[in-house]
């Protein structure tokens, strides 16, 4: 077993197995439905995980209402998107449903399932304490109703929701049955409050996970047991100099800064350094994470694909030299040869990461951020 994974075993073992439940959620603030079977709640009762900002605009976007003004349109458009926003919850109901209204009628990509574009993800902690899998919320129409899933041992358990990838929602409910207990999840142990925050393209975004658990930032997520704040923002992730200032807003455990898929060099070499020395004004000692690009599966075959991927980590790795030598003691690099794997059968479009490549991505990713994590035990 590697350090890391040592270091990330450690982790997981210090949070507690049970599922702890805070407060009670009063049933009068919910809904009943029409045959008085279900008591539909807010998702907003038990708190959304993942939103680093509560001054937003509309109630499930990914930035201050004040950054309609400052980022650039096409990066304000998709912050209304709610990939890595969650609900985790406690609850001693023997099924869960869920009520949830996209913005956009378009629920699915050409390349990317409606699943994953507008669906939903039920997980629950098991007796060991890990996460696990238990359904998919399937977008039927622009709101959609279902029954998530049953059958689980009785007794109160803890569950995360995890919201659209690719689709914004004006309203997420989850659905009881009248006399069960929705409940607020106990503050996660010191060492596991802070979140990690990720900074990238569509990739980071979660194009083009089959659902919402899988995209990598979710899976890391879970493997850690620690908040996660996802913006990424398909074909937008530039290294915008505003984006810096936001991010220096948050109070977070790592940042993870993952945009050359959506660079090119020269802009690289313009922008990372100036990124980076923005960021350190307001956040001089947290860790930042530089992240290459991933190989593209056509760049074995196309030797001007693969020039590119050389030029493009070139600049940042300049970049990471030049901030390290000039005293940066809290930076560190990750290569992306190994992101997506080298078998080219890791994405959907040679790009953007399949299942499997989130997976992958999400692995060679823990062992880099688990050192830093374990340091801010």
Known sequence: ?????????SLLATHPLASAAGPVVDPSTAKADANGQVLWYDAHSVGIEGQGWSDTKAPFDRFPAKAEKIVRPPVWGLSHHSTGLCARFVTDAK?????????????????MPATGVSGLDLY??????KWRWVANGRP???????????????????????LPLYNGVSSVEIGLPPGAKLMKPDERPAGHRKPVVFYGTSITQGGC????????????GRRFDV??????????????????????ELDVAV????CLPNLQPKQVVERAEPFVKRLRKARPET????????????????????????DNRAGLKKAFDTLVAAGDKNLYYLSGDHLIGDDGEGTVDGSHPTDLGFLRQADVMAEALAPLLGAKK
């Open 287 to 310: 860790p930042i994470l530089l992240v290459e690009d991933r190989t593209t599966a056509q760049a074995v075959a196309l030797p001007a694909r693969k020039q590119f991927h050389i």
């Open 1 to 9: 077993m590697t350090r890391a994974l040592v270091l990330l075993t």
């Open 95 to 111: 099924t869960v449903s869920a009520r949830w209204t996209v913005i956009n009628k378009n629920l699915a990509m050409p390349h």
């Open 140 to 162: 039927a129409d622009v709101t959609t109703t279902a029954t998530l899933a049953s059958g689980w041992p009785a007794g109160p358990h803890e569950f995360l929701l995890y």
């Open 255 to 258: 940042y993870v800064i993952d």
């Open 209 to 220: 996970a089959s659902r919402p658990g899988m995209v990598h930032t979710a899976i890391l």
């Open 124 to 129: 629950m902690r098991d007796e060991s304490g």
């Open 227 to 248: 908040p996660v704040i996802n913006l990424g923002f398909s074909g937008s992730g530039t290294l915008d100099p505003e984006v810096a200032d936001l991010l220096g």
